[in-house]
């Protein structure tokens, strides 16, 4: 018995965050969101030697078009400009914008690009798509979660979503380390990503 009720309250969180959706959106188009940037981040992580340093992409831009009701419309498509990384020392910094990382002036932006958006358990997906880094293009799932949503409390016939996405990828797969840098020994080949969105779109 117990475990009905557990399931029919799973379920019915389910119905309710898809009706949230369904009724912001009254037309055969996924729902359009704005990323709301003070309340959002890019973030990642990547061995230094033994140890974890945490660096961050300031500016990004991404056009989102999601509703679980509707998969078949929704999309993803986010562009991160290489120059606003910030490992908070500017030294570091300005190192990876050369070629033996990023090659900013020639390759000035990471842009993935979803194919297909699934879904892939309560509340969780997997946009499917291509990832550019330099001159490499690689196929790329980017797994997320849909946190909630609502009618924000201090925005008028505003909704209001949170996603979080984690995922990793192997620097060298992109060409993200040239000579030298190409070992693994000081900076670690697998980066950690992790990004906090929080979404907004009018009613």
Known sequence: MCQK???SIIAAAFLLVSAAFTT???NDSATAWQIDKSHSAVNFTINHFFTPVDGSFDEYEAVVNFDPSNLGESSIDVTIPVSSVNTRN???DGHLLTDDFFNAEAFPNIRFVSSEIIQDGENNFVARGQLT??????EFDLPFELLGVMDHPMRENTTVAGIVASAQIMRNDFGVGTGDWRATAVVGDRVNIQLNLELLTSN
């Open 133 to 138: 880094i330099r001159d490499v293009t690689r």
């Open 90 to 92: 500017a030294r570091r």
């Open 24 to 26: 912001i959106n009254d």
């Open 5 to 7: 009720i557990t399931t």
